[in-house]
C-alpha cells in the first residue's frame, strides 16, 4: 500500500487543486444562485470521488481500500444525484451536502487511522475529516442560514481540505522520490 500511495500522489495533488479551486470559485462569486451551487457542488463531489475511488481501486489491498471505496462510491453518488435533480430545494441540498460532508469526514479519518501504520504525516488526513465533520455538522443543525455563508463556509471548507491534501500528496512525492532514490 505504501508504494501505491507513493507512486499516486500525483491524485492526491490533483484533487486537494481540484477542491482549491472550487473553494476559490464558491468564494468569488458569494451571490451563486443555488443552481449554479448544486452544479458546482455535483460536479466536485463527482469528480472527488471517481479520484477516491480510482485511487482505491489501484490499491491492491488492505483496510483503507475499503473505507476509499467507500468514500469514493459515497461522493460518486452524492454528485450524480445532485446533477439528476439539480431543482433541488435549497434545503435538501443543505442536508445532501451535510451528510456528504460527515461520511466523507468519518472515512478520511478511518483511513488515515490505517495510514499511520505505513506513513508519517498522516495527520492531514485526520485534519481533513475533522473539517469534513465539522462543515457537515455546521450545516445541519444551521440549515435555513443564507445561502451566501453556506457557499462561503463550502468554499473555505474546500480551500483548507485542499490544501491538505495537497500538502499530503507533496509528501507522499517526497517519499516516492526517496523510495526510487534508494533502488537507483
Do not use: C
Not at 490533483?14 to 455535483?42: M, N, S
Request: no cysteine; charged share 10%; proline share 2%.
Amino acid at each position: 500500500m505504501t508504494i501505491q500511495l507513493h507512486r499516486n500522489w500525483w491524485a492526491i495533488v490533483l484533487r486537494g487543486t481540484i477542491a482549491i479551486l472550487f473553494g476559490l470559485l464558491a468564494i468569488i462569486w458569494p451571490g451563486i444562485t443555488i443552481k449554479v451551487l448544486v452544479l458546482l457542488f455535483g460536479a466536485f463531489a463527482l469528480v472527488d470521488g471517481m479520484f477516491t475511488l480510482v485511487a482505491a481501486i489501484r490499491n491492491r489491498s488492505g483496510l483503507y481500500r475499503f473505507w476509499a471505496e467507500f468514500e469514493g462510491i459515497v461522493g460518486i453518488a452524492a454528485g450524480i444525484l445532485t446533477l439528476i435533480w439539480p431543482r433541488v430545494t435549497a434545503t435538501a441540498l443543505v442536508y445532501l451536502i451535510a451528510i456528504w460532508a460527515i461520511v466523507t469526514g468519518i472515512f478520511e479519518i478511518l483511513a488515515a487511522f490505517e495510514l499511520r501504520k505505513v506513513v508519517t504525516g498522516e495527520w492531514r488526513l485526520v485534519l481533513g475529516g475533522i473539517l469534513s465533520l465539522v462543515l457537515g455538522v455546521l450545516i445541519a443543525f444551521f440549515p435555513h442560514a443564507g445561502a451566501v455563508s453556506i457557499v462561503w463556509l463550502i468554499g473555505l471548507y474546500a480551500i483548507l481540505f485542499g490544501i491538505l491534501l495537497v500538502t499530503l500528496g507533496v509528501r507522499a512525492r517526497r517519499l516516492d522520490k526517496e523510495l526510487s532514490d534508494l533502488t537507483v
